[in-house]
């Protein structure tokens, strides 16, 4: 049983379209991470959330942490070819993580 | 730096070998950690270490062992490699007291 669930699994949009990829759990976590992961390399981290109802911005990449600090979500706003990949949460307590399964999303020039 | 570094990059093993897969860091970092990653199941935790001689087990350590005679190595062994174990493997590593761990590139095993 996955400690935290990722949906959707699988994402296509075109380019220039916005896409929400969320995490969720019934567990309480200290941090929240994202992940992405290229084809034949390893996760790279993105961002870490920390305190409850946190909002982060990269670029044009929003993470938001629940307020209870049992959920995440992942938010692109026009989204480029670039940002192809695998997003991978992971919710960490006692400096172990527990990583969700992963959204694939492809996003088509 | 070479950051996190992984060998070999791919394996094939025929049931019941035995094998060692190969992690080093040169980041000075204590923690260190090995994962597998199947489809639909996201990173699993093998085995990991505080620093070197302590190691514990993590979430899936049934068929591996590992050891960490040094800061830099973190060696993991499958003892009698079973088709179950067919998988990729992925090393990290952190500073003792930060979450932020750096993935090596993985290393593909196929249990025939």
């Known amino acids: 049983t996955q400690l935290l669930e990722q949906s959707p699994q699988f994402l296509s949009i075109q380019e220039g379209e916005n896409l929400t990829v969320y995490c969720n759990s019934s567990s309480v976590f200290s941090s929240l991470q994202w992940y992405r992961q290229e084809p034949g390399e390893g996760p790279v981290l993105l961002v870490t959330v920390v305190t409850g109802g946190e909002v982060k911005k990269l670029k044009r990449l929003t993470f938001q942490f629940g307020d209870a600090r049992k959920d995440s979500s992942l938010h692109i706003t026009a989204a480029q070819p670039g940002d192809t990949g695998l997003y991978l949460c992971?919710?960490?307590?006692?400096?172990?993580?527990?990583f969700g399964a992963g959204t694939t999303v492809t996003v088509r020039a | 730096n070479a950051g996190v570094t992984q060998t070999p990059k791919f394996q094939v093993l025929k049931t019941g070998q035995s094998m060692t897969l190969q992690c080093a860091q040169d980041?000075?970092?204590?923690?260190m950690s090995w994962y597998r990653q199947d489809p639909g199941m996201g990173l699993r935790l093998i085995h990991y270490s505080v620093g070197a001689g302590i190691t514990d087990q993590g979430e899936v350590p049934n068929g591996y062992n590992v050891s960490r005679s040094t800061t830099e190595d973190f060696p993991l062994r499958l003892l009698s490699a079973a088709p179950s174990q067919t998988s990729v493997y992925f090393c990290?590593?952190?500073?003792?007291?930060?979450?932020?761990?750096?993935f090596g590139p993985g290393t593909r095993l196929t249990v025939t």
């Open positions: 980041m000075n970092h204590e923690y």
């Open positions: 992971a919710g960490e307590n006692d400096y172990k993580l527990s």
């Open positions: 990290a590593s952190s500073y003792s007291g930060s979450t932020r761990q750096y």
